[in-house]
């Protein structure tokens, strides 16, 4: 479609990006179709065409106001629209640039700006989210439901992998900021796996969150703050002979494999965050390389696999992680309209409640439909949302049950 962008924003980098992605929708609609919040609500504002017009005038006019704020909030990134684009049109990154120049524009409540203000400054930091996780988990019982749905139930008894600097083999993990308190699980059954290969899972002191979260509250430049520190830490590992980066939560593979764009604007980074990003693969990916014969569950299991956005769309990895569970001898069912959002989204649950809870009910319906005896995801969040506070099927990452699988 035609673009009149203000002259000042053409003349950055991110304006004239933004202007090449609104040229290349032709505005078919086809999009609409997959659009979770869409098929909700019914209303071409919360469908991704809309949101194209939407930024489209912010950025040409300068307009944004109110309205325009409510529909990019209610958008999930969950990027179904751009795997069913015909045209390639990068939704993503557009609505990351409109998101930061709207915080510019539109002044949020008090309350909004408190509760973005406090996310920020205590789910990417360890230290700080376990004393909230903790706190949450000890209040647990006198929680409002709300809340009580957002607080993992504690996940004790995980030992803490023996040392991995010995093996000849190695890749580097990310911990994650929210996966290694949460579901700790998800990291000890993945030095389980590697280690059964003979591969160490290495963490790079010095490197903490991927920037995923500063990222979708349009907190930009605190996302590339923690893109250069990770890059910092991880890449006297790559010069060290570590294969790859191996990512176990697909939320955060999907941002460290963007890095390259992140810090395409930075020279001091750009070339190692690109090459950190094309180094990037997710778990699945890398294990399907590796001799897997005589892995298999001590039983067959029913599962229903649900594929996190952040893997099928954002990373457009798909197939993997099934041929895995086929692999090891799980009975895998069907799971119908598996391209949807459960409404995890990183920190919707939290502050889009109402639409995040209706997605979930419904993804949970869909997983639940032919009885498994487990549900699996590979995103902490995901997992920790599909498990909210009162699931029937337990909620694993799958990467736990090829620990299972290993060869004794
Ligand atoms: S984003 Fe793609 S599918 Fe959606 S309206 Fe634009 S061109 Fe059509
Ligand atoms: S990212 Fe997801 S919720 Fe947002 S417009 Fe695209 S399909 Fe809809």
New binding site residues.
């Given amino acids: 479609m035609q673009t009149r962008l203000r002259p000042e924003l053409l003349a950055t980098d991110a304006g004239q990006e933004a202007d090449r992605i609104l040229r290349?929708?032709?505005?078919?609609?086809?999009?609409?179709a997959t659009c979770p919040t869409y098929q909700l609500r019914g209303d071409e504002l919360d469908g991704?065409?809309g949101r194209?017009w939407l930024i489209k005038e912010m950025l040409e006019r300068d307009t944004a106001g109110a309205e325009t704020q409510l529909h990019l909030d209610r958008c999930l990134t969950c990027r179904a629209?751009?795997t069913?684009?015909?045209?390639?049109?990068r939704?993503g990154r557009l609505l990351e640039i409109g998101r930061e120049e709207l915080e510019t524009h539109v002044h949020r409540s008090w309350h909004e700006r408190l509760l973005r203000r406090l996310l920020l400054a205590l789910v990417p930091f360890p230290g700080r989210f376990r004393l909230l996780l903790r706190t949450g988990q000890w209040l647990r019982p006198v929680l409002p439901e709300r809340l009580r749905d957002v607080v993992p139930l504690l996940q004790t008894g995980v030992r803490r992998p023996p040392d991995q600097h010995h093996f000849s083999r190695r890749v580097i993990l990310l911990a994650g900021c929210v996966q290694s308190l949460a579901t700790p699980a998800t990291n000890r059954a993945t030095q389980q796996v590697l280690n059964a290969l003979g591969i160490g899972g290495i963490e790079a002191s010095g490197a903490g969150c991927c920037g995923a979260l500063p990222q979708h509250l349009a907190a930009a430049e605190a996302a590339r703050d923690m893109a250069r520190r990770n890059v910092d830490a991880w890449w006297p590992l790559l010069e060290q002979g570590a294969e790859a980066l191996v990512m176990t939560a697909s939320g955060c593979g999907v941002q460290v494999r963007d890095y390259g764009v992140v810090l395409a604007s930075d020279p001091a980074y750009a070339d190692r965050a690109a090459e950190v990003a094309r180094r990037t693969l997710d778990l699945s990916e890398f294990l399907l390389g590796e001799d897997l014969s005589g892995w298999r569950l001590p039983k067959p299991l029913r599962v229903a696999w649900h594929a996190p956005c952040t893997l099928q769309h954002g990373q457009r990895v798909t197939g993997r992680v099934e041929q895995l569970l086929d692999r090891i001898g799980c009975e895998r069912l069907p799971v119908a309209d598996g391209h949807l959002c459960c409404g995890a989204a990183g920190t919707y649950a939290i502050l889009q409640p109402e639409l995040s809870r209706q997605l979930r009910d419904a993804r949970l319906a869909a997983l639940g439909r032919h009885e498994p005896e487990l549900i699996v995801s590979a995103n902490v969040g995901c997992q920790m949302h599909l498990a909210g506070n009162d699931a029937e099927i337990p909620v694993r990452h799958w990467v736990e049950l090829l620990a299972e699988a290993t060869p004794s």
């Fill in positions: 290349s929708c032709v505005q078919c609609g086809f999009c609409t991704p065409r194209i629209c751009e069913t684009c015909p045209s390639g049109v939704y």
